[in-house]
């Protein structure tokens, strides 16, 4: 599905072109690479650094478009039709489309961001926008979205390949939906609990939600967010115990 030059037994991807400081780096370490593409973050510039980056560094390349909204980092919802949703998205990934076409590079999936992640994967009027547009742009696209959620379903009943998604620094609610930001215990921030976190995932082992409850989450790929503090720690930190894992 995904190119792993790597060797891990699992996709690593991390959300980058957001201003955080570790993305050079990173980029050492991942396998795919969610790029800002304007709407919380970014611009032509940082892109076209990432896209060249990870091209040295054969990790795949992927649109991380947002609701239209830098103030918030798209973190929140905002008012907006569904036509403006529709163009915004569009123009994101396309923006991100035009660089990798100049540089070479191939774009492999979309992933979106913040409150849109979390709302298209749930909402069926907003996750139909997002797959329409992600269509309209080149149906081969592959759409990164949450593990388990009701627009993995919808979108393979609408002809796109589906890359289920899993958090090495977030914590879960019992439905399988990421605790919002705004409780405590939402962030991990202790590289040892992320990598048991990701450890349970690939051995499909349950994951322990933050009300305390076993949660099993299948996943094909580890998201790490490229704005956490700890981000290089983790990176460092679960490259090394997946190349471990990957022999034993």
């Known amino acids: 599905m995904l190119s792993n030059p790597k060797g891990y037994p699992i996709d690593l991807n991390a959300d980058l072109g957001e201003g955080g400081k570790f993305d050079a780096d990173l980029l050492m370490l991942i396998t795919s ?3 800002a593409c304007g709407g919380h973050a970014g611009d032509l510039l940082s892109m076209r650094k990432t896209v060249a980056l990870s091209l040295k560094n054969r990790v795949n390349v ?3 478009p947002s609701f239209p909204d830098r103030h918030h980092f798209g973190r929140k919802s905002i008012d907006i039709s569904d036509k403006q949703l529709s163009d915004s998205i569009y123009q994101q990934i396309m923006a991100l489309r035009v660089i990798c076409d100049e540089l070479g590079a191939k774009m492999f999936h979309v992933k979106p961001h ?4 979390n709302e298209v994967a749930r909402n069926e009027v907003l996750g139909l926008i997002l797959i329409d547009v992600i269509k309209r742009i080149d149906p081969e696209l592959k759409l990164m979205i949450l593990a388990g959620s009701p627009l993995v379903k919808l ?14 620094d977030r914590t879960y609610l019992n439905d399988g939906s990421l605790a919002p930001r705004s409780r405590d215990g939402a962030v991990i921030n202790a590289p040892q609990l992320a990598w048991q976190q990701v450890r349970q995932i690939i051995e499909n082992k349950p994951v322990t939600t933050i009300d305390d409850s076993p949660l099993i989450i299948k996943a094909d790929t580890i998201c790490l967010h490229g704005d956490n503090e700890q981000a290089l720690a983790f990176a460092k930190l679960i490259s090394e115990r997946l190349i471990e894992a990957n022999k034993s």
Request: charged share 10%; hydrophobic share 50%; net charge negative.
């Open 114 to 117: 913040g409150a849109l992640y």
């Open 62 to 64: 992927g649109a991380h």
């Open 33 to 35: 690479a969610n790029i």
């Open 155 to 168: 979108a393979r009943q609408h002809g796109l390949t589906v890359i289920e998604e899993a958090f090495a």
